[in-house]
């Protein structure tokens, strides 16, 4: 059964770093895709970043330059590297993986990112 666990969230102020983690219970090696999405209060969800399976990056203009999305093949883990916090980054943060090998795609519980002062 596929299943993703994301960890690291938490209360940060504005100009602080968090490293949020995505642990997934497969291989990772055969995803197409692997994503993090957030959603803050009263929006829709959007999408933050992505990595596909050959390491190619794309981020939300949003985030361009402050966030880093990573995959550690081995740890069958997701990374976002998240620094420059600021307010508007509050929101709880989603992982989504699709496999080649799994029909459909998964996503995480979420965790709760909060930037405040």
């Known amino acids: 059964q596929v299943q993703l666990v994301e960890s690291g969230g938490g209360l940060v102020q504005p100009g602080g770093s968090l490293r949020l983690s995505c642990a997934a219970s497969?291989?990772?090696?055969?995803?197409?895709?692997m994503r993090w999405y957030r959603q803050a209060p009263g929006k829709e969800r959007e999408w933050v970043a992505t990595?596909?399976?050959?390491?190619?990056?794309t981020y939300a203009n949003s985030v361009k330059g402050r966030f880093t999305i990573s995959r550690d093949n081995a740890k069958k883990t997701l990374y976002l590297q998240m620094d420059s916090l600021k307010p508007e980054d509050t929101a709880v943060y989603y992982c989504f993986a699709d496999w080649r090998t799994y029909p459909g795609s998964y996503w995480g519980q979420g965790t709760q990112v909060t930037v405040s002062s």
């Open positions: 497969v291989n990772i090696v055969n995803t197409n895709t």
């Open positions: 990595v596909t399976s050959g390491g190619i990056t």
